[in-house]
């Protein structure tokens, strides 16, 4: 597990000027473009010296974004940390509940718990050993995946 927990929540996205859609390829072509553009080699001597702490700063972030949105492990990580963060931020937990209290959809190889509301949460097989919060189709409440241990 990378420890990307205690850092103070950065959008390595926007520090990149990337969308969290973009590809590899573009997330590298934006890294390259801004880490020559704040490279402090490449600062003109006649700018204050804040100007250039502000640089170096950016210089250190780009480079820390690549650092982990150019990997795919970490990418992938960083990615669900957001994804979580997004279905915190979106409802409240309504319930906790453990994988083997939803039902098995043979059909397509997902979990599924019916809502208060009526909708249903559904979690592919795969997900469930990732995820932990899952939302709702119809209304705004999110439930906590717990597995036993």
């Not at 959008?11 to 990149?16: E, M, R, V």
């Not at 573009?26 to 490449?42: A, E, F, G, S």
């Not at 083997?100 to 190889?109: A, I, K, L």
């Not at 909708?119 to 705004?140: H, N, P, Q």
Request: negative net charge.
């Amino acid at each position: 597990m990378m420890a990307f927990e205690q850092i103070p929540k950065k959008d390595w996205y926007s520090i990149l000027e990337a969308d969290p859609s973009a590809s590899v390829s573009d997330l590298k072509q934006k890294y390259q473009k801004l880490i020559l553009l704040y490279h402090p080699d490449k600062q003109s001597t006649d700018v204050p010296a804040g100007t250039v702490e502000e640089c170096i700063q950016k210089f250190i972030e780009v480079d820390q974004a690549w650092k982990i949105l150019g990997n795919e492990e970490t990418k992938k990580e960083y990615d669900l940390q957001r994804h979580e963060d997004d279905l915190r931020n979106m409802g409240p937990v309504d319930a906790r509940v453990y994988l083997e209290e939803m039902s098995w959809n043979e059909d397509d190889h997902s979990f599924s718990l019916s809502c208060r509301c009526g909708g249903k949460y559904s979690v592919s097989k795969d997900e469930a050993e990732e995820v932990t919060l899952i939302s709702c189709d119809t209304c705004s409440l999110v439930i906590e995946l717990l597995h036993y241990r």
